[in-house]
């Protein structure tokens, strides 16, 4: 394990309100509170950064990496790819920016398979939390999928877990799943009934 790097997971565009839509004001105000945590990460000694390439949140942390290493140019970016084939269904503008826009700027590639698995994707989250100390993770604490799997996961490392609520924004360290999974409820309560 690098005790200087830190993992991202994160939901797949269609779990946002906004979808695709990156200039979208809420696709926006989340990029700036990713960005946020990530120069802080930095100024607490995180140099190396490993990210899935995912649709989404992978690539959004991607982006801003890059865009940090400006700044802080002894950071590193690793792409962690769960197989050769991870963007073979997406669309040719997705293509375009994963493989053009995104890998060829990374530090290191890595490549786990070649063929598409079942488990190919949870084989990645592992990889990448078994070599970092942090996992900065865009998580509305819904039990199901990749993004609750990679935080169990890392919960159960003992890994130091930053978790950003995509619908509220607030952002809960030391991860407590009940926590992020409470803000989820506040945030659908009525306002008459005086909660947030």
Not at 52 to 79: N, S
Not at 122 to 128: F, I, L
Not at 148 to 168: C, M, S
């Amino acid at each position: 394990m690098n005790t200087n790097a830190c993992a991202f997971t994160g939901h797949r565009p269609t779990k946002f309100s906004f979808g695709y839509d990156e200039k979208n004001e809420k696709c926006i105000r989340l990029k700036m509170v990713m960005a946020q945590q990530i120069s802080a990460l930095i100024k607490g000694s995180v140099s190396t950064f490993y990210t899935g390439m995912a649709l989404g949140v992978d690539q959004w942390a991607a982006e801003i990496i890059l865009d940090l290493k400006r700044q802080h140019p002894h950071i590193k970016l690793i792409a962690v790819l769960p197989c050769e084939a991870q963007a073979d269904k997406w669309s040719s503008t997705q293509r375009d920016r994963y493989f053009d826009g995104l890998l060829p700027r990374c530090d290191d590639v890595i490549t786990l398979q070649g063929k598409y698995t079942p488990d190919c994707m949870h084989k990645r989250n592992r990889y990448m939390v078994d070599r970092s100390n942090h996992l900065l993770a865009v998580y509305d604490g819904d039990g199901r999928g990749g993004t609750a799997y990679t935080v169990r996961y890392a919960q159960g490392k003992g890994r130091e877990i930053l978790v950003i609520h995509p619908d509220t924004l607030e952002v809960v360290s030391g991860v407590d799943l009940e926590v992020v999974k409470q803000q989820k409820q506040l945030r659908i309560l009525p306002k008459k009934q005086g909660h947030i």
